[in-house]
C-alpha cells in the first residue's frame, strides 16, 4: 500500500513539473503528459524518462455473495405465491437456504414459528431473527413434508 502511495506521490510530482515546463517554454516534442495505463496488472507511468511500476497488487478478493448481511438476516431466495403455497423460485448459492438445501421447487410451509402462507410471512419471521439463528424450516418437496435447519446469514 506505502509503495502504491509513494508511486502515486512520483506520478503527481512529474505531472506538476511537466505543466510547470510546459507553461514556461511548452511540452517538448518527445515527452508527452504522464498518464497511467494498464499493463499486466501493474501500473505503468509513461512520459517518464524511464517508466515508474507500481508494486502488483495483492491477491484479488474473493468474488462478493449475493448480499452481505448487515445486521438483518436473508434466507437468500426468490418466492413466487401460487395456489399450492409460497413457491421457491430461486436459491441463491451460498445463501442461507442454499446452505440448508432448499430447492427452486420447494413449497414453504413454516419458518420458525410462523405458518407461510404469503411471501411477506417470509419476512416477518424474518424480522424476529438475528444473523447467525438456527431456525427450523418446513418445506413440501413432491408432495413430501421435508425439516430442515437454516442457520441465517
Given at each position: 500500500?506505502?509503495?502504491?502511495?509513494?508511486?502515486?506521490?512520483?506520478?503527481?510530482a512529474m505531472?506538476?513539473?511537466?505543466?510547470?515546463?510546459?507553461?514556461?517554454?511548452?511540452?517538448p516534442?518527445?515527452?508527452?503528459?504522464?498518464?497511467?495505463?494498464?499493463?499486466?496488472?501493474?501500473?505503468?507511468?509513461?512520459?517518464?524518462?524511464?517508466?515508474?511500476?507500481?508494486?502488483?497488487?495483492a491477491?484479488?478478493?474473493?468474488?462478493a455473495?449475493?448480499?452481505?448481511?448487515?445486521?438483518?438476516?436473508?434466507?437468500?431466495?426468490?418466492?413466487?405465491?401460487?395456489?399450492?403455497?409460497v413457491?421457491?423460485?430461486?436459491?441463491?448459492?451460498?445463501?442461507?437456504?442454499?446452505?440448508?438445501?432448499?430447492?427452486?421447487?420447494?413449497?414453504?410451509?413454516?419458518?420458525?414459528?410462523?405458518?407461510?402462507?404469503?411471501?411477506?410471512?417470509?419476512?416477518?419471521?424474518?424480522?424476529?431473527?438475528?444473523?447467525?439463528?438456527?431456525?427450523?424450516?418446513s418445506?413440501?418437496?413432491?408432495?413430501?413434508?421435508?425439516?430442515?435447519?437454516?442457520?441465517?446469514?
Amino acid at each position: 500500500m506505502f509503495s502504491r502511495v509513494r508511486a502515486w506521490a512520483k506520478t503527481v510530482a512529474m505531472a506538476s513539473a511537466l505543466s510547470a515546463f510546459s507553461a514556461c517554454a511548452g511540452s517538448p516534442p518527445d515527452v508527452a503528459e504522464p498518464r497511467a495505463v494498464l499493463a499486466d496488472s501493474r501500473e505503468t507511468i509513461v512520459g517518464a524518462s524511464t517508466p515508474l511500476r507500481a508494486e502488483a497488487p495483492a491477491e484479488p478478493a474473493p468474488p462478493a455473495s449475493p448480499r452481505v448481511s448487515v445486521g438483518r438476516p436473508w434466507l437468500g431466495i426468490e418466492m413466487r405465491l401460487e395456489p399450492q403455497g409460497v413457491v421457491v423460485e430461486r436459491v441463491f448459492r451460498g445463501s442461507a437456504a442454499d446452505l440448508a438445501g432448499l430447492q427452486p421447487g420447494d413449497v414453504l410451509v413454516t419458518l420458525g414459528d410462523v405458518g407461510i402462507t404469503q411471501p411477506t410471512d417470509v419476512h416477518a419471521a424474518l424480522a424476529t431473527r438475528s444473523v447467525g439463528e438456527r431456525v427450523a424450516s418446513s418445506v413440501r418437496r413432491r408432495g413430501e413434508l421435508r425439516l430442515f435447519a437454516v442457520v441465517l446469514r
